[in-house]
């Protein structure tokens, strides 16, 4: 598959990415993804905007998302006024990560455990 004007001006700064380019972003075209049951919701909404807007495509046959659960991202806050922004960090990791694999670059890491938002937790 071959990139057309369209997807060339819609993806251009990530065609300029070394890490990426055409071969790349054909790549992420071509990507399928879920997230599943079990992840947090809140986190699972931020992996599927930022997947989408690099190009792959949510769809219930793709790729499984390794998303944490609810319990995770709430240990990750250290406290309940810290949940969403929490939800969006470990959404936000957990695309990278899957964009990494598709890309070939890295295997995907899982959040490391110690992390916490609270620096009172």
């Not at 695309?95 to 694999?101: D, G, P, S």
């Given at each position: 598959?071959?990139?057309?004007?369209?997807?060339?001006?819609?993806?251009?700064?990530?065609?300029?990415?070394?890490?990426?380019?055409?071969?790349?972003?054909?790549?992420?075209?071509?990507?399928?993804?879920?997230?599943g049951?079990?992840?947090?919701?809140?986190?699972?909404?931020?992996?599927?905007?930022?997947?989408?807007?690099?190009?792959?495509?949510?769809?219930?046959?793709?790729?499984?998302?390794?998303?944490?659960?609810?319990?995770?991202?709430?240990?990750?806050?250290?406290?309940?006024?810290?949940?969403?922004?929490?939800?969006?960090?470990?959404?936000?990791?957990?695309a990278?990560?899957?964009?990494?694999?598709?890309?070939?670059?890295?295997?995907?890491?899982?959040?490391?455990?110690?992390?916490?938002?609270?620096?009172?937790?």
């Amino acid at each position: 598959m071959s990139l057309d004007a369209a997807a060339r001006r819609r993806y251009a700064r990530q065609l300029l990415l070394g890490e990426i380019g055409e071969s790349g972003q054909e790549r992420l075209l071509n990507a399928r993804f879920c997230c599943g049951a079990d992840g947090d919701a809140g986190a699972c909404t931020v992996a599927a905007e930022y997947l989408e807007r690099a190009g792959c495509i949510p769809d219930a046959s793709g790729s499984e998302l390794p998303i944490p659960d609810e319990s995770v991202v709430m240990r990750f806050a250290g406290s309940p006024a810290l949940r969403e922004p929490a939800a969006a960090i470990v959404g936000a990791f957990s695309a990278v990560e899957h964009l990494k694999e598709v890309l070939g670059i890295a295997a995907a890491l899982e959040l490391p455990s110690e992390l916490t938002l609270d620096a009172e937790g």
